[in-house]
C-alpha cells in the first residue's frame, strides 16, 4: 500500500535551518497536492506551506521569505526548506500528499511528524 515518511526536525538555534523531508511509496499513480502543516499542543493543526503538481506555492504569510517548499517527483518526496528560523516556528511538522493510488481513488495521507524545536 502507501506509506508516507518524513525527517528531518531537531533541535536549532534561533536564525538557524533545517531541511524537513517527507517521501512516500507504494502503487502510486501520481501525487497531486502536497504540503507541510505544524501542530502545537492544545492548538489546532495548521497549513504552512502547499506545493501543486505544477509546482505553484503557497506559504503562509507568517513564513513567507524565510520558508520555501519544493518537491521531486522522481524520488516522490516534498521538502520544506526553514531560514532563519524563530521560536514560534517550534512544532510538530506533518507533511500531507493527496495521492492518486493504483484503485484510481485519491487520498490525502500524513506523514507521522518531526518535532522542530527553536531555542537558544
Known amino acids: 500500500q502507501v506509506q508516507v515518511v518524513e525527517s528531518g526536525g531537531g533541535l536549532v538555534q534561533p536564525g538557524g535551518s533545517l531541511r524537513l523531508s517527507c517521501s512516500a511509496s507504494?502503487?502510486?499513480?501520481?501525487?497531486?497536492?502536497m504540503a507541510w502543516y505544524r501542530q502545537i499542543p492544545g492548538k489546532e493543526r495548521k497549513l504552512v506551506a502547499s506545493?501543486?503538481?505544477?509546482?505553484?506555492?503557497d506559504l503562509v504569510d507568517s513564513v513567507k521569505g524565510r520558508f520555501a517548499i519544493s518537491r521531486d517527483a522522481v524520488k516522490k518526496t516534498v521538502y520544506l526548506q526553514m531560514n532563519t528560523l524563530e521560536p514560534e516556528d517550534t512544532a510538530v511538522y506533518y507533511c500531507?500528499?493527496?495521492?492518486?493510488?493504483?484503485?484510481?481513488?485519491?487520498?490525502?495521507?500524513w506523514g507521522q511528524g518531526t518535532q522542530v524545536t527553536v531555542s537558544s
Open positions: 507504494g502503487k502510486i499513480h501520481n501525487i497531486y497536492t
Open positions: 506545493i501543486s503538481a505544477d509546482g505553484r506555492t
Open positions: 500531507n500528499m493527496e495521492i492518486l493510488e493504483y484503485t484510481w481513488r485519491v487520498v490525502k495521507y
